[in-house]
């Protein structure tokens, strides 16, 4: 038997207000945007990189980012990665890499954000449909 592993963690923030919507079995899902950001020094020059991921949460954890995330807030994800495909209208395949996030964890100044204390949520939910 072969082993693998699909694991994503990342701290970011996010880029935009997170968006919740309900499948048509009532399972909530809310999405929202990461930005990474990596810096390093090149010929005595600062760079940076910013990464952006599209994060995926479903069930009662994609409420409690709905109800406690804001565009801004630094944020650590724990999930899987997932690849989607889909066809448009005009027939054109597309293709969307994305993190189904598992856990979340709200970081940065408690003091300035609406987060109450010590809030980490987990989903259990390993199937998403």
């Known amino acids: 038997m072969s082993r693998s592993l699909n694991k994503v963690l990342l701290i970011g923030r996010l880029g935009r207000e997170p968006e919740m919507r309900y499948t048509p079995s009532s399972r ?25 991921f599209n994060i995926v949460v479903w069930g009662q954890l ?4 709905k109800q406690y995330l804001h565009k801004g807030q630094q944020v650590y994800i724990e999930g899987r990665l997932q690849t989607r495909t889909w066809e448009s209208a005009e027939g054109k395949k597309n293709t969307s890499i994305e ?7 709200m970081l940065g100044d408690r003091s300035s954000s609406k987060e109450p204390e010590d809030v980490e949520q987990s989903s259990e939910d390993e199937f998403p449909f």
């Open 28 to 52: 909530p899902v809310t999405t929202f945007s990461l930005a990474t950001t990596r810096a390093w020094n090149s010929n005595g020059k600062r760079r940076e990189e910013t990464e952006w």
């Open 99 to 105: 993190v189904v996030a598992n856990e979340m964890i």
């Open 62 to 65: 994609a409420e409690i980012c």
